[in-house]
Nanobody, 124 residues
Framework: QVQLVESGGGLVQAGGSLRLSCAAS????????MGWFRQAPGKEREFVAA????????PYADSVKGRFTISRDNAKNMVYLQMNSLKPEDTAVYYC?????????????????WGQGTQVTVSS
């Protein structure tokens, strides 16, 4: 089992940047596929980005491709989401998630463990 704690959210103006961090507990962090999802008020939770165990595969949602970058540091049990050129439509609660087996997937149902979320608000 792994516990996830996100941080780094906040209020930023459109065009600005934020870096989200997700700290994972446990000694087998490198065995997990990690993902970032987000949920805006009144909307379903949606995929943002994911990263394979070694970082060799990093799929992104079309809406964030070229602006967001996911990365991980297995030595520190950390996964990051660098968000640049933020837009008001990026406003949401951002969740870190972990998938213990299989291949990288982009559906929320494929992830077993979730953090509590961190709010990102982008003002216009």
């Amino acid at each position: 089992q792994v516990q996830l704690v996100e941080s780094g959210g906040g209020l930023v103006q459109a065009g600005g940047s934020l870096r989200l961090s997700c700290a994972a507990s446990g000694r087998t962090f490198s065995a997990y596929i990690m993902g970032w999802f987000r949920q805006a008020p009144g909307k379903e939770r949606e995929f943002v980005a994911a990263i394979s165990r070694t970082g060799g595969s990093t799929p992104y949602a079309d809406s964030v491709k070229g602006r967001f970058t996911i990365s991980r540091d297995n030595a520190k049990n950390m996964v990051y989401l660098q968000m640049n050129s933020l837009k008001p439509e990026d406003t949401a609660v951002y969740y870190c998630a972990a998938r213990p087996s299989g291949v990288v997937v982009t559906t929320a149902s494929g992830y077993m463990y979730w953090g509590q979320g961190t709010q990102v608000t982008v003002s216009s």
